[in-house]
């Protein structure tokens, strides 16, 4: 596994699908020209819109959503892997998944992967999201074999959930993923420590292309697509909520190496849960895997 150039691609989508497609065309191009030859786009790259009518009226299925054929088109076209961070996609029953694609330099599909945690919360100032209202949410993890090492998927709110990544790291992968739409709000207070964390915890690369600005649906994204050394350091960050394009040099054996200075994966111990009392807290008295 050798160094290679990972891009991660801020914008600030729209209700069109086809004006994002024109968007990410060009982002994606200027990636390439720059050495990236894996590049990631955010959460909801193909529309951004809160209101379910209206983004019913636009949806596709996977073999023609727009913003897939665009992406396997552009890998091919620029001989590189390409993240979808994710996209609506209409599914069986009427159903929408907030699904992430990523395909190789032949323009083929290499994974999938349909967002696990959905983000229901009531936050400061009346805003309020109910994801589970709108989106099937995804069962599985997903891992992909890349001529670079093995990456986890994952999107914006599966961050807050570290037992998957710690998952994708056991099976591992050396470079975690989440691509966002993270909310102004949330963002200010969470993003980059969690981020931080999560590479940290796992001794992994963390790269998270993000939403960025106010959007035509109204709301407001916080930005700062990052790329994370497995030491917890910002190698490459938009600062600010504008569409961009951040490059970093990804070197995996970075990853090992942090895993044996601070070898946590591998010291990681079973552990039951007990009161003060020392009753078990449960019944079945189940083991906990240490985190």
């Known amino acids: 596994m050798s160094t290679f150039r990972a891009a991660a691609i801020q914008m600030r989508s729209g209700t069109d699908p086809q004006a994002n497609v024109t968007i990410l065309e060009r982002l994606v191009g200027e990636a390439a020209a720059r050495g990236a030859i894996y590049v990631q786009t955010p959460e909801m790259t193909g529309a951004v819109q809160r209101n379910r009518e209206a983004l019913a009226a636009v949806l596709r299925d996977e073999e023609n959503d727009l913003v897939v054929r665009a992406a396997s088109r552009l890998a091919a076209q620029h001989g590189l892997h390409l993240h979808i961070g994710s996209t609506a996609i209409a599914v069986d029953g009427g159903k929408i998944a907030n699904r992430a694609f990523l395909f190789g330099p ?54 807050r959930f570290p037992q998957l990544f710690r998952a994708q790291a056991e099976a591992g992968a050396s470079v975690l993923t989440a691509p966002a739409a993270f909310t102004r709000q949330t963002g200010e207070a969470h993003w980059h420590v969690l981020q931080r964390a999560r590479a940290i915890e796992n001794g992994a690369f963390v790269i998270s292309a993000a939403q960025g600005g106010l959007h035509e649906d109204g709301r407001e994204t916080y930005g700062h697509s990052l790329i994370v050394s497995p030491w917890g350091k910002i190698l490459a960050e938009a600062d600010h909520d504008e569409p961009a394009v951040i490059v970093a040099d990804i070197d995996p054996a970075e990853s090992a190496a942090a895993r044996r200075k601070v070898p946590n994966l591998r010291n990681a111990r079973p552990f039951g849960i007990r009161t003060a009392s020392g009753e078990a807290a449960d019944e079945e008295k189940e083991s906990i895997a240490a985190s």
């Open 106 to 159: 032949d323009g083929k599909k290499i994974a999938s992967y349909d967002k696990i945690h959905m983000f229901d919360v009531d936050l400061d100032n009346g805003e309020s999201w109910r994801e589970s209202a709108v989106y099937a949410a995804g069962n599985d993890t997903v891992i992909a074999d890349l001529p670079f090492g093995r990456m986890g998927l994952a999107i914006c709110y599966d961050i």
